[in-house]
């Protein structure tokens, strides 16, 4: 495989190997959320219960972001990768078989220390293997994975859950797969060589020595960009976290107090449950070509990405409509539904839009040997956000959701501006 493909094609395979490992990494991800009423039914748990072992997933995914982003800094993408792959599939079929909820809320946890590996790993992978004019675009077709995986994941679920019968082997069977991307994964990707690194990289950021200069970590908490993207992360996350871990039950809830049965809003969410995360792909992925683009005309690079970021947020207050929407008496169902999945698909273009670029400003602002380290701690920031925002949705009635819709229309504008004040190119000094 080394001998057959060469660095301008392995670079797209690595993307394309990435993209998987994504979608895989959140389909895991949305079982939980889509089959909500059958495991709830089989553990004899509510929405509080839930609520706590959404949290158990979140808790260990904020605690591992910046281990994960440290164990890529020091053992590099591939091997941190592979063992997060293996570990979050073999929680996902565990997580199939467990007898009680403990067990089961642990797996979720073991999901959640694991699953952070391919985020840290996949942007220094990139970083490593594109050039500035290309990395936007290359980040966003990797972590297009995770939008697609959610496209997919209600028709994959819905239709394995017909097929089989049982939730449990809808675990098993979706574990199994990671593993099988896992023992791809150990073919397909190798350290780039020189002639890249030399390209991607550059040698502005080698000292006289040819070392890669980087912040040693005192230094790095130091950091203004650091610290901007802890607190963006922490305010903006919980938004795209609402999409994942709650839109579906929403939407299933919502039919539900139509009459509708749990297997009529199962096949509700199976055809329009994933068009939000369909279309907010598509928006990420223009979006970032949007950057990329700027960039091409002459644009510095964190200049053009934060531009894109800071018009994106004009979508933001449409959250505070939905609450309207779901309570007007006189709207028919149809059009209620149709309305909500229109405002989460354009919020979740704004979401991804951050999603996509925000690790690439990162990248762009730190040198490489820093730069899965400041994501691991950025992204775990937003974990921790999420998971507070997590527990007030859960402990709150669905009848006083008007403020929690009201809220999540203000988050991504209070993230643009901690964007445009604190992110900058960080350079470090000679020691």
Same mark, same amino acid.
């Given at each position: 495989?080394?001998?057959?493909l060469?660095?301008?094609?392995?670079?797209?395979?690595i993307v394309?190997?990435?993209?998987?490992?994504?979608?895989?990494?959140y389909?895991?991800?949305?079982l939980?959320?889509?089959l909500?009423?059958?495991?709830?039914?089989?553990?004899?748990?509510?929405?509080?219960?839930?609520?706590?072992?959404?949290?158990?997933?979140?808790?260990?995914?904020?605690?591992?972001?910046?281990?994960? +982003?440290?164990? %890529?800094?020091?053992?590099?993408?591939?091997?941190?990768?592979?063992?997060?792959?293996?570990?979050?599939?073999?929680?996902?079929i $565990?997580?199939?078989?467990?007898p009680?909820?403990? $067990?089961?809320?642990?797996?979720?946890?073991?999901? +959640?220390?694991?699953?952070?590996?391919?985020?840290?790993?996949?942007?220094v992978?990139?970083?490593?293997?594109?050039?500035?004019?290309?990395?936007?675009?290359?980040?966003?077709?990797?972590?297009?994975?995770?939008?697609?995986?959610?496209?997919?994941?209600?028709?994959?679920?819905?239709?394995?859950?017909?097929?089989?019968?049982?939730?449990?082997?809808?675990f %098993?069977?979706?574990?199994?797969?990671?593993? $099988?991307?896992?023992?791809?994964?150990?073919?397909?990707?190798?350290?780039?060589?020189?002639?890249?690194?030399?390209?991607?990289?550059?040698?502005?950021?080698?000292?006289?020595?040819?070392?890669?200069?980087?912040?040693k970590?005192?230094n790095?908490?130091?950091?203004?960009?650091?610290?901007?993207?802890?607190?963006?992360?922490?305010v903006?996350?919980?938004?795209?976290?609402?999409?994942?871990?709650?839109?579906?039950?929403?939407?299933?809830?919502?039919?539900?107090?139509?009459?509708?049965?749990?297997?009529?809003?199962?096949?509700?969410?199976?055809?329009? +449950?994933?068009?939000?995360?369909?279309?907010?792909?598509?928006?990420?992925?223009?979006t970032?070509?949007?950057?990329?683009?700027?960039?091409?005309?002459?644009?510095?690079?964190?200049?053009?990405?934060?531009?894109?970021?800071?018009?994106?947020?004009?979508?933001?207050?449409?959250?505070?409509?939905?609450?309207?929407?779901?309570?007007?008496?006189?709207?028919?169902?149809?059009?209620?539904?149709?309305?909500?999945?229109?405002?989460?698909?354009? %919020?979740?273009?704004?979401?991804?839009?951050?999603?996509?670029?925000?690790p690439?400003?990162?990248?762009?602002?730190?040198?490489?040997r820093?730069?899965?380290?400041?994501?691991g701690i950025?992204?775990?920031?937003g974990?921790l956000?999420s998971?507070?925002?997590?527990?007030?949705?859960?402990?709150?009635?669905?009848?006083?959701?008007?403020?929690?819709?009201?809220?999540?229309?203000?988050?991504?504008?209070?993230?643009?501006?901690?964007?445009?004040?604190?992110?900058?190119?960080?350079?470090?000094?000679?020691?």
């Open positions: 495989m080394n001998k057959i060469k660095p301008s094609s392995r670079k797209w395979v394309a190997m990435m993209f998987l490992a994504i979608i895989c990494n389909l895991d991800r949305q939980l959320s889509i909500k009423p059958e495991i709830l039914e089989h553990f004899g748990i509510g929405d509080l219960e839930y609520a706590w072992i959404v949290n158990v997933f979140l808790l260990c995914y904020a605690i591992m972001y910046p281990i994960s +982003g440290m164990l %890529v800094d020091k053992f590099g993408p591939k091997k941190v990768i592979l063992g997060g792959l293996t570990i979050w599939s073999l929680a996902c $565990v997580g199939g078989l467990a009680n909820v403990w $067990v089961f809320a642990a797996c979720r946890g073991f999901l +959640g220390l694991a699953e952070p590996t391919i985020f840290a790993g996949q942007l992978a990139v970083t490593l293997w594109f050039e500035k004019k290309q990395r936007a675009t290359a980040n966003s077709l990797c972590t297009v994975g995770g939008s697609l995986g959610a496209v997919i994941a209600p028709i994959v679920i819905a239709w394995l859950m017909g097929l089989l019968g049982y939730w449990q082997h809808v %098993v069977i979706s574990g199994v797969v990671g593993l $099988v991307i896992a023992v791809f994964w150990i073919f397909i990707y190798q350290t780039p060589p020189k002639e890249v690194l030399d390209v991607t990289v550059g040698s502005e950021t080698k000292t006289p020595s040819g070392e890669q200069k980087s912040f970590m005192k790095l908490l130091k950091t203004r960009s650091l610290w901007g993207g802890v607190l963006i992360r922490l903006s996350d919980p938004v795209w976290y609402f999409c994942c871990f709650w839109l579906p039950g929403f939407l299933r809830s919502m039919g539900a107090h139509q009459g509708l049965s749990n297997e009529q809003t199962l096949n509700m969410i199976q055809w329009i +449950g994933g068009i939000p995360f369909l279309v907010g792909a598509i928006g990420g992925i223009l970032s070509v949007w950057s990329d683009s700027m960039i091409k005309k002459g644009m510095t690079a964190i200049a053009a990405r934060k531009k894109m970021m800071n018009t994106m947020v004009i979508i933001a207050p449409l959250c505070m409509l939905v609450p309207f929407i779901n309570g007007a008496a006189n709207m028919a169902f149809g059009l209620k539904i149709g309305l909500i999945i229109a405002i989460f698909s354009l %919020v979740a273009v704004m979401c991804l839009s951050w999603l996509y670029t925000f690439v400003v990162l990248a762009e602002s730190f040198p490489i820093n730069v899965a380290t400041v994501m950025s992204c775990g920031a974990a956000g998971m507070v925002f997590n527990q007030f949705v859960g402990s709150i009635p669905e009848s006083a959701w008007k403020i929690l819709f009201i809220v999540m229309g203000t988050l991504h504008l209070f993230a643009a501006i901690i964007l445009t004040k604190m992110v900058r190119k960080e350079t470090p000094s000679e020691e």
